[in-house]
């Protein structure tokens, strides 16, 4: 099982990006996926949240209305569409698959929302 995430950066205050990442070595489609962050001196939290063919999603109250998750089944890929960005939203953010009652996770990828 392999993770990658990337599309981090840093981000003025109010503005977007997108985070992907992109699954290999399992059956990606018959899976849930989630993204996951962790900001310094914190524990990891849950983000976002969808289910294995995509119709039904999750968002912690945080991000509500500013975050989405989506996936694609076809690039085993799943998505992370962060608008309104604020500064509490610097952090690493990671995927995370849970297959067999196992968690893997993803390297992470940087999001850093400052002026």
């Known amino acids: 099982v392999q993770l990658v995430e990337s599309g981090g950066g840093l981000v003025q205050p109010g503005g977007s990006l997108r985070l992907s990442c992109a699954a290999s070595g399992f059956t990606f489609s018959r899976y849930p996926m989630s993204w996951y962050r962790q900001a310094p001196g914190k524990e990891r939290e849950l983000v976002a949240s969808?289910?294995?063919?995509?119709?039904?999603?999750n968002v912690a109250d945080s991000v509500k209305g500013r975050f989405t998750i989506s996936r694609d089944n076809i690039r085993n890929t799943v998505y992370l569409q962060m608008n309104s960005l604020k500064p509490e939203d610097t952090a690493v953010y990671y995927c995370?698959?849970?297959?067999?009652?196992?968690?893997?996770w993803g390297q992470g990828t940087q999001v850093t929302v400052s002026s």
């Open positions: 995370k698959a849970f297959i067999l009652l196992r968690d893997y």
């Open positions: 969808i289910d294995s063919a995509g119709g039904s999603t």
